[in-house]
């Protein structure tokens, strides 16, 4: 990142120059010297949205190199978003909500009013202490987790979300739907979307009964808080079965079943069961929601509003 940079702003006969402070990665940090934050510039390469915003309502001066601008000077305000995201943070930032990573996030906001131990997450999660250390000391830097109690000889420390919407917001803006799952869609000859539902219900079990796959997106939605009708019925798997074949016909697009394979087995954790159907959790399906068209982000939202989401 070059340095001695700065900015000048003229007008109304006075004229004010602010220093630009590159840094690698944008942080919550810059929130902590609100004085030094409006007097200089914060830049970086990428100004994630949910921190932008709480930088703006601080008035911090900030920018990043996808075009982002916010400056005010007290007699002047320039308010510019960036159109796309062509630069990212270096790739040596830790990632919290990469595949496996998202483990993590996904438990805590499928709980959000749960304290945890680091060995409660690690088991709970299946990641290694030290991944788990690392991305705790991140979401708490961070202030999307707080430390309730620190360490004792006799206890260990504790933790629980601090703030849900902010983590919820910043998994979202990162989502990538075409990197974490692979899509194949089928025509079944059925207008009934509960018998669609429970014919793939029954897809989905093993020899033993056992379940193979967890519904998402709207039929899960539809479950736990309906908003809108879809003729679509959605699940994740870990494999497609092999019987799939022998009612559905594969289509590239426009199906009426979405058999999901992801790229890592984190969706098929915490888990809930309504009806009988076992579904992912709420904040998955919420996510889920948001890579589909139609009618799936107003489904989404109003999953996220309800007074019974993620709890």
């Not at 006799?154 to 983590?167: E, H, K, M």
């Not at 736990?224 to 009612?247: G, H, I, N």
Request: charged share 25%.
């Amino acid at each position: 990142m070059p340095k001695g940079l700065e900015i000048r702003v003229d007008g109304k006969g006075e004229k004010q120059i602010l220093p630009v402070r590159p840094r690698l990665h944008a942080s919550r940090q810059w929130l902590k010297d609100l004085a030094e934050g409006r007097s200089t510039v914060a830049l970086a390469p990428h100004v994630p949205e949910p921190l932008a915003a709480d930088l703006r309502q601080a008035g911090i001066n900030h920018a990043d190199l996808n075009g982002r601008l916010f400056l005010s000077t007290g007699w002047a305000l320039i308010d510019r978003r960036p159109a796309g995201r062509r630069h990212r943070g270096p790739e040596a930032a830790f990632d919290v909500f990469a595949a496996k990573t998202s483990r993590l996030a996904r438990c805590l906001l499928a709980h959000r009013d749960q304290e945890w131990t680091q060995e409660d997450l690690t088991a709970r999660t299946g990641l290694s202490r030290g991944l788990v250390s690392r991305a705790l000391a991140h979401l708490t830097e961070e202030e999307y987790v707080r430390q309730e109690a620190k360490a004792t000889r006799t206890s260990p420390a504790r933790y629980r979300v601090q703030s849900f919407d902010r983590l919820l917001d910043a998994w979202q803006g990162a989502d990538r739907w075409v990197d974490r799952a692979d899509v194949h869609q089928f025509s079944v000859l059925t207008s009934e979307v509960s018998e669609l539902a429970a014919d793939v219900r029954e897809l989905l079990r093993n020899k033993d009964g056992q379940r193979t796959g967890v519904f998402t997106q709207w039929f899960a939605a539809r479950l736990r808080q309906a908003y809108t009708d879809s003729p679509v019925v959605s699940a994740y798997v870990r494999k497609l079965p092999e019987t799939t074949l022998r009612f559905a016909r594969p289509v590239p697009n426009g199906g009426n079943l979405w058999l999901i394979v992801p790229k890592d087995e984190g969706v098929f954790q915490e888990v809930q069961e309504v009806d009988g159907f076992p579904l992912v959790c709420d904040v998955q399906i919420y996510l889920d929601l948001q890579q589909v068209g139609g009618r799936g982000q107003e489904q989404a939202n109003a999953l996220r509003q309800w007074e019974g989401f993620a709890r």
